[in-house]
């Protein structure tokens, strides 16, 4: 689609006219005569005619011509990106056999009167299968294992044939953990199936009340799996908007019987413990925290299940069309077709143009091109450009000596034109919250109920004009080459619309402290969030491994031989406040509280915040001094009574001192955690 080109005057002949005739009793009282008839009049609708033509030839230059340009060095405006969301599919009932959620099955939000249902399509096919559990070991210190699976499995065949275990001589409960337990004791259930995006349900027939001691809603205990792309163990959290989600301990700290149940994430892998290769969960005593309590005695395990209750898929806000017809061929150089369904994503692997063979006994797929420079006459190339939905074929045109060249084949005249398939959707309109695709739109035998436990994110608009035209002198001036930290800063945005914010650091003086070593390029991207005005979370600002690769890949074309590039996550810090803060009379105390919380998370924000509102300042520290002006500016506020600001832990949530300013590395952002904010009226004397 070309780029829609500005009006810079778009003044009619009447309103010309209508303008001229209401200034004449300014500029001239004793002209009373405003009839058609007069001469005046005609002057004047002369000379509105007149500016309309300049007005019309004004429109053509400069900002056309600048459009035009722009075209000649192909810049395109950006299609919609889509947002994307885990999908939790919850399963009926444990099953003995393995259950499919095959790729394309469609989510959706409820359907309301004012608004359709937002449509979520899951990307590959994912597989429930029975877990099968082959290693249990217990560990005091790491270095001697104990393999109590023979003991579980004398438990399970007993009771199989209706024997009860603790009679006729079967084997005894076991303890978990050194007597007493000790920080780091641990035991490891491995297994052979495939567990990465699984829900398990764990049930451990635990000796009630066999560990005194502890207090069973806040155990000491931290369950965790083996991570690959962190390399390292992994704690389940107790947050539902976690990628690893501890969801329920039915065992009350392993004090009686009951059920754990996990939601293993993507990253999820084998690992060698013990020489013995499986996919891990472990169980580790953690040193006791505020309100935990302590283990009296080792808790004693009889037995153990395992079952697969669900799984994780990962799905995008968009809609499959498959075998769509576009127009019959006109044999003609240059055509140009359209899909039906706006805005078009960009054409994925075995997304293509199909047109029908002469003979009419099939279907022959055609190539996408970037664009037809390098066609000769007999190539079956197109064009796609998602912005506009548009399918172009190549053109015909006549050279310097006034030969016609053409640049790519053209459908025969009568030839049926078609997508073998294409997706269309994307945008931010696709960033729902938690827990409202719940719709299940295709029906899937075994499958209860669906949710996305956390917020789906990356749901970007189409590019604007005006965004095409600011990426223009970037483009011409890095020339598609990263050579300066501004080129790798716009090649990493150019790379991927889910780049949120990028930060280059090159080597300056040798030895300077927060710079790379020579001859490394470190790039520090942050992933793109929606603008809130709340607290965000630190998952939310996880760099996908997914983006990390497509932005190396796109730069690794473009950078110099010689230089390194190192890809990482801003250096976040963390910062929660205390404030205090006397309130007008007659102002609402929940009101002013709301919006001075709301004040701080948006302006301690990594994407959005800072002095300007296009996010935090690398390396810019946060003064406790800036905020006053921040929070005096907030309607209701009559003075500060007293404002703290701490650095904070995100992994332990634990906060340090107060300060008047933190710090913030060259390569880092400020990130707001929480903001406990109180208010009161003054009391009158």
Not at 67 to 94: C, N, Q, Y
Not at 181 to 206: A, K, M, Q
Not at 502 to 509: F, K, N, S
Not at 647 to 664: F, H, M, Y
Request: proline share 8%; glycine share 8%; aromatic share 8%.
């Amino acid at each position: 689609m070309p780029l829609p080109v500005p009006n810079l005057d778009d003044r009619t002949f009447q309103e010309l006219v209508n303008e001229a005739r209401q200034r004449i009793p300014l500029f001239c009282p004793e002209w009373t005569d405003h009839n058609l008839s007069d001469p005046g009049i005609t002057l004047v609708e002369l000379f509105s005619w007149m500016t309309e033509l300049l007005i019309y030839r004004l429109n053509k230059a400069p900002d056309k011509n600048y459009v035009k340009f722009l075209e000649l060095m192909g810049v395109k405006m950006r299609p919609a990106h889509p947002a994307s969301a885990d999908i939790t599919f919850r399963l009926s009932a444990a099953l003995p056999h393995a259950v499919t959620i095959p790729a394309g099955t469609e989510v959706a939000t409820v359907r309301t009167e004012t608004q359709d249902a937002i449509i979520f399509t899951t990307e590959e096919t994912l597989t429930v299968t029975p877990p099968e559990l082959a290693y249990f070991l217990v560990t005091r210190d790491e270095s001697r294992f104990d393999d109590r699976m023979p003991t579980l499995q004398e438990w399970a065949r007993l009771e199989a044939i209706g024997e009860s275990p603790t009679t006729g001589g079967g084997p005894e409960s076991f303890t978990l953990f050194h007597s007493p337990p000790e920080p780091g004791n641990r035991f490891y259930l491995g297994y052979n199936t495939d567990l990465r995006d699984i829900v398990l349900s764990i049930y451990l027939d635990c000796e009630h009340a066999a560990a005194p001691g502890i207090n069973p809603a806040n155990p000491p205990l931290a369950w965790e799996y083996w991570d690959t792309y962190l390399e390292s163990w992994t704690s389940f959290d107790r947050h539902p908007e976690a990628a690893a989600w501890l969801e329920a301990d039915g065992t009350r700290g392993l004090n009686t019987a009951g059920s754990v149940i996990l939601h293993l994430p993507h990253t999820a892998g084998r690992r060698l413990v013990d020489q013995k290769e499986a996919f891990w969960v472990r169980c580790r005593v953690t040193p006791s925290g505020d309100r935990q309590g302590s283990y009296d005695a080792p808790p004693r395990l009889r037995a153990t299940a395992t079952t697969a209750i669900g799984c994780t898929a990962l799905s995008t806000n968009t809609t499959w069309i498959r075998g769509e017809l576009l127009e019959t061929s006109t044999g003609k150089p240059g055509q140009v077709m359209r899909v039906s369904n706006l805005p078009l994503l960009p054409l994925l692997p075995g997304e293509t143009v199909e047109v029908q063979r002469d003979d009419e006994t099939g279907w022959e797929a055609w190539q996408q091109v970037e664009d037809f420079s390098n066609s000769g006459p007999e190539d079956k190339h197109f064009v796609c450009d998602p912005a506009g939905g548009e399918i172009q074929f190549g053109p015909q045109m006549r050279s310097p000596r006034g030969a016609t060249v053409r640049y790519g084949a053209t459908p025969s005249l009568g030839s049926q034109v078609r997508m073998s398939a294409y997706r269309h959707g994307g945008g931010a309109r696709g960033n729902v919250g938690r827990g409202t695709l719940t719709v299940l739109k295709s029906s899937i035998a075994y499958v209860a109920s669906v949710t996305n436990r956390r917020a789906a994110t990356g749901g970007v608009d189409p590019e604007d004009i005006n965004g095409a035209k600011i990426r223009g002198p970037q483009i011409l001036r890095t020339r598609d080459r990263a050579v300066t930290e501004e080129d790798f800063e716009h090649l990493a945005k150019e790379a991927s619309l889910l780049v949120g914010r990028a930060r280059c650091l090159q080597p300056r003086e040798l030895g300077a402290p927060g710079t790379p070593p020579p001859g490394v390029v470190q790039l520090a991207l942050a992933p793109a969030i929606p603008p809130s005005q709340k607290r965000i979370s630190p998952d939310q600002l996880i760099l996908p491994r997914e983006l990390v690769e497509e932005v190396r890949n796109y730069l690794d074309d473009r950078r110099l031989l010689a230089t390194a590039l190192i890809i990482a996550e801003p250096d976040y810090v963390w910062v929660s406040s205390e404030l205090r803060v006397s309130v007008r009379r007659g102002a609402d105390l929940d009101k002013v509280k709301e919006a001075l919380e709301s004040q701080l998370y948006r302006h301690i924000h990594p994407l959005a915040g800072g002095p300007e509102g296009t996010g935090w300042p690398f390396g810019k520290d946060l003064f406790a001094s800036e905020l006053y002006s921040l929070i005096q500016e907030t309607p209701g506020v009559q003075y500060v009574a007293e404002l703290k600001i701490f650095p904070v832990d995100p992994a332990t949530g634990l906060r340090g001192e107060s300060a008047e300013s933190i710090s913030v590395p060259p390569g880092g952002l400020a990130c707001s955690y929480i903001h406990n904010v109180t208010c009161f009226y003054q009391e009158r004397f």
